[in-house]
């Protein structure tokens, strides 16, 4: 019995105090992040996939059509892991969470549109890469909502790491 | 209950892990606290979270954690401090393994961004570590397990 009411109250106090951390936790970030520099914005800047004002879209099927024209440069903002496993014809691989001085050695070949592609239509990864290149500059982007798993399904043809 | 033999030797053990994993969260969370950006991205990859909650979420959390690490070191809200690593750490792996069943390729975010895919290795980290603050929490302040010993105990 006294065992059992001492655990309970250790379980009680536990939660109590665990609680009251969470909560100043809470306070400080918020405060902190109200004061300084460059603090993020409450509702999330990463524009949803196909989001009002994000960068446009093109279809997979559009996206080959211009290709074989010459006309597009593909960039995989996967892993380099996903990339060597698969990916589009071309593609510059360009991980999104590495992306920092990567980015900054982006070269599109003159004329063409980059086609920004991640792995199916709920990764957030090829928006975030969007608006990060955008951010530095980079104009012409598209995203290819569909990713790499609309373009495999689609049975279009696609480039393995080795097998050429 | 009959008291751990070598009660100072446990309680070196004690002291160990809470230094251990207090280093790590303070470590974890001043990371995340430096690139909030970065933070921010890492937690809408894990596609958990609704987009609308990932900014709070990469807001709060590191915060949280230095929070629990200072308990861990400091000795302040032990008992909090220990079930609260537990409990994130808890949350961590259970999202790691849901994504990695899922799936979906993730780098962890753990330690701000770092560039290796997620395996089943951090989820195991985590849950060892998990272990570690769930001892330190058995063991904080006045150990139950004493209580049989104790004169009185209520």
């Known amino acids: 019995m006294a065992v059992g009411d001492a655990i309970k109250d250790k379980v009680l106090r536990s939660l109590l105090q665990a609680a009251l951390l969470v909560v100043v936790g809470a306070l400080a970030g918020a405060v902190f992040n109200t004061v300084r520099h460059e603090g993020l914005p409450w509702s999330s800047t990463v524009p949803a996939p196909g989001a009002e004002g994000a960068v446009p879209s093109v279809s997979a099927a559009d996206a080959w059509r211009e290709y074989r024209k010459g006309l597009v440069q593909f960039i995989d903002a996967r892993s380099a892991g996903e990339y060597e496993a698969g990916h589009l014809p071309g593609a510059l691989s360009l991980p999104v969470e590495q992306t920092g001085e990567l980015a900054d050695r982006v070269r599109i070949p003159a004329g063409r549109t980059a086609v920004i592609y991640c792995s199916d239509p709920a990764c957030p990864k090829s928006a975030q890469l969007a608006s990060l290149l955008s951010k530095r500059g980079l104009t012409g982007l598209k995203v290819m909502p569909e990713g790499w798993a609309g373009w495999y399904e689609a049975g279009l043809p696609y480039e393995e790491k080795g097998g050429g | ?154």
Request: aromatic share 14%.
């Open chain 2, 1 to 154: 209950m009959e008291r751990p033999p070598g009660f100072s030797l446990w309680g070196l053990l004690v002291l160990s892990f809470r230094f251990v994993l207090g280093a790590i969260f303070l470590y974890a969370g001043i990371v995340k606290i430096a690139d909030p950006a970065a933070f921010a991205q890492a937690v809408a990859n894990y596609r958990i979270l609704p987009l609308a909650l990932v900014n709070a979420a990469a807001i709060i959390l590191p915060w949280v954690e230095v929070l629990a690490g200072a308990s861990l070191v400091l000795g302040f809200f032990l008992p909090g401090g220990s079930l609260l690593t537990a409990g994130l750490l808890l949350i961590f792996a259970v999202a790691l393994g849901f994504d990695l069943w899922r799936g979906i390729d993730l780098s962890c975010g753990c330690f701000g961004t770092s560039e290796a895919t997620v395996t089943w290795l951090y989820v195991l980290r985590d849950a060892v570590l998990c272990c570690m603050a769930c001892f330190v929490w058995v063991f904080s302040g006045r150990s139950p397990f004493a209580v049989g010993n104790g004169p009185g105990g209520s």
